[in-house]
């Protein structure tokens, strides 16, 4: 067993330092400063192995607490940098695993209380910092995994100050951390690797502003930034695999917009919007199936969304494309559109 353990940590240890290695790569190509702090998480939770290895349970315990306080600052960065999430001070929330720890370690006298329950306080914390990163949507699923097998990995770590006397337990818990360990890093490094994390800027310029464009237009438009990041609510799907497209349809499905939800457009244009402007790139917006809103919504609802998404282009620098049939249009209507861009 001496052998068994000394070889899933030395392999724990590794996976933790290379997770730490990619993540920190990322913070210096993207400079999202959740990248950094979970880097440095992972750097902490590589010296709890350390500490295991010389075998000092109040440094182990009390770097633990330090690990995931910070991974859990670190979940909750990520969640506002993607926009699905807005706190001002994310920090305040972090500290009770170190504060638990702490004054279990001053007031306690049993292993219990010194260690036992901080223990479990912290792995608590470690599952709730996976269970953020598991609520990124669908078009991150690399954060949805490496979230889930975080959640699994805090969960089991949370058995350990109840189970830790079951002989039997002990070759099956060993084996179930070391894999959710390795599983947590994997999804992780692929997490910070991935497109969607790094976000490269493109090599396209683009000038912002707000366009009207006919539906004989948008074919030439569309070629033009089909290599670029944009955001399209679109009636017909295209095969640009830059974008990210929303298809406005009755019809419910995955990457699917029933068209009398504006509101959830608009959320997803802020979001989108916000997160291309911390990128440091110009956001693109098109909006096609104009008439098919209106049928759906009247006109002027569908006037007023406009506006709203007239003035999130404005405020965050970025383009915004709306593609109109003219024949579907009359004269009055057409001056009430130009009015809301002008």
Known sequence: MDSLLVTGQT??????????????????ISKRRSALYLGIAWIVSALVVFMDFLGNEILIV??????????????LLFLIEEGQASLRMPWILSPPPLVGTLYGILL???????????????????FLAG?????????FPTARKAGIALALFGLHEMDYP?????????????ALGAVLTVLSAYFMAKMVLSESFIKKKPKIKVEPGIKIITSEDYKAVANSLKEYPVLAFLRKPVEFPSWTVYMITSISGEMKIHPT??????????????????????????????EFLVTYNGLQPVLKFLA???????????????????????????????????
């Open 108 to 126: 306690g006298t049993e292993w219990e209380s010194r260690v036992g329950i901080p223990y479990g306080i912290s792995a608590f914390y470690v």
């Open 11 to 28: 392999f724990s240890l590794s996976a933790k330092l290379i997770v730490a290695g990619f993540l920190i790569r990322a913070y210096k």
């Open 308 to 342: 709203t998404l007239r003035d999130m282009a404005f405020v965050n620098n970025a383009l915004l494309v709306v593609v109109l049939d003219e024949g579907s249009w009359d004269e009055r209507e057409r001056a009430m559109l130009r009015r809301i861009f002008e």
């Open 62 to 75: 009390t770097l633990y607490a330090l690990f995931s306080s910070i991974l859990f600052y670190g979940s």
């Open 131 to 139: 269970s953020i990163l598991a609520l990124t949507e669908f078009e």
């Open 162 to 174: 109840v189970l830790r006397s079951v002989e039997w337990f002990a070759p099956f818990g060993f």
């Open 261 to 290: 939800n504006l509101a959830r457009i608009s959320e997803i244009v802020s979001r989108y919007l916000q997160e291309a402007n911390s990128s440091g790139i110009t956001g693109v917006v098109i909006l096609d199936g104009l």
